[in-house]
């Protein structure tokens, strides 16, 4: 559909994106903040990197501010850039039991999205510097706007959350980046609007991985023939949910290289998929035969590769351990490991027993640190 030239840019992102809002609507973080179910260590961590986040995003406006000849633009920018900054103090003074501090380390989506919108701040235009940081502020607005309309309780541990990003002065100055945004795309050329609308969606879609990667954790059994992997999350029940699960296989007619190739690549790709924070690699064990043993190791390595390139922090777990975890049995065999992953997760479907070790070294994870994970 070709967009009507007196549209605002606002009207036409918003719409053209709407697939997009509306899975960050109804995110399982957003839908268990609203109701008052979200684990607050999921919250915690969440908050720990926007905190670090809030540096960038408030970076990129003052580099978007100082390309402006207008000078009231400008003034509005800096004034935008000093309000979002402030938002580390309202977190510090709300939240302080969330261990807010610089000296964390960047997740790995969040590095992603602000070094998306730094880099098209300094290297493109203003319009289009403004549009790839845009998703920060509008997607709040209509996010928090919906938690007000539907959360189902007043008495809500993150109602201070909630109250600053509805408060007068938000909505203030979101509107303001919102006026400059349109009054840009009216400006701007066919070629602009266009890459406009491009960086905001793409912004849009970095989001959505910060919600995933804020949201569920990882786990991995390697193995060059076949790499199980699954998905689990912890409800605010604390019961294991699988959210999905799988196996990266190999043609065992290639070679070692091409093999481990095929691994590195499939599980980059669910990694992306699900966008987890945390992983859970069973540890190596010493087999009688030294050219098993040899292949194990080189799998594992590529999985641990993996995970350090996508930036995901690494846990890993004796065999008899996760065995122990589970069944209580520290030499438990396959049929007790998936009788016992079974009972724990219900309504479970998965044939391969390599995808059912990976679930068992996630539930394994999930119970030795509280929380959750991929495998």
């Not at 403004?130 to 928090?144: D, E, R």
């Not at 998936?338 to 044939?351: E, G």
């Not at 059912?356 to 119970?367: G, M, S």
Request: charged share 25%; with cysteine; net charge negative.
């Amino acid at each position: 559909m070709r967009n009507d030239p007196k549209e605002e840019f606002y009207d036409i992102a918003i719409r053209e994106s709407s697939d997009l809002i509306e899975e960050i609507k109804k995110h399982p973080f957003n839908v268990e903040l609203m109701n008052n179910t979200l684990d607050y260590e999921k919250f915690k961590f969440y908050l720990q990197q926007d905190f670090l986040y809030v540096v960038d995003c408030t970076r990129a406006l003052l580099i978007i501010a100082a390309k402006f000849n207008d000078v009231e633009i400008m003034n509005k920018l800096i004034c935008v850039a000093v309000g979002t900054f402030a938002t580390r103090d309202y977190y510090s003074k709300h939240f302080a039991d969330c261990g807010l501090s610089d000296s964390h380390k960047k997740s790995r989506s969040c590095s992603a999205f602000t070094n998306f919108f730094v880099r098209i701040a300094y290297h493109n235009s203003v319009a289009e510097g403004l549009a790839a940081s845009y998703p920060c502020f509008c997607l709040y607005q209509i996010v928090v706007c919906h938690i007000v309309k539907s959360k189902t309780t007043a008495d809500n541990k993150y109602q201070k959350w909630i109250d600053f990003f509805s408060s007068d002065e938000a909505n203030t100055m979101i509107d303001d980046v919102t006026s400059i945004m349109n009054n840009l795309y009216e400006k701007s050329n066919d070629d602009e609007r266009k890459n406009m609308l491009r960086f905001f969606r793409d912004g849009l879609q970095l989001e959505m991985e910060f919600w995933n990667e804020v949201y569920y954790k990882a786990g991995l059994d390697p193995g060059i023939s076949k790499t199980g992997w699954a998905i689990i999350d912890l409800n605010e029940k604390n019961n294991i949910e699988f959210l999905g699960g799988g196996t990266i296989s190999t043609d065992n007619k290639l070679n070692t290289d091409e093999r481990l190739y095929v691994i590195f690549e499939q599980l980059k790709k669910v990694i992306s998929l699900y966008s987890p924070n945390e992983a859970a690699v069973e540890k190596i064990f010493v087999n009688k035969n030294p050219k098993s043993s040899l292949t194990l190791g080189y799998a594992r390595g590529v999985v641990i590769l993996a995970l350090k390139i996508t930036k995901l922090t690494m846990n890993e777990y004796d065999a008899n351990y996760v065995k122990k975890s589970i069944t209580g049995n520290g030499h438990a065999d396959k049929d007790q490991m998936i009788f016992m992953v079974k009972q724990i997760v219900k309504n479970l479907s998965i044939k391969c027993h390599h995808a059912a070790d990976a679930l068992a070294v996630a539930i394994c994870h999930a119970y030795t640190k509280g929380s959750c994970f991929v495998e």
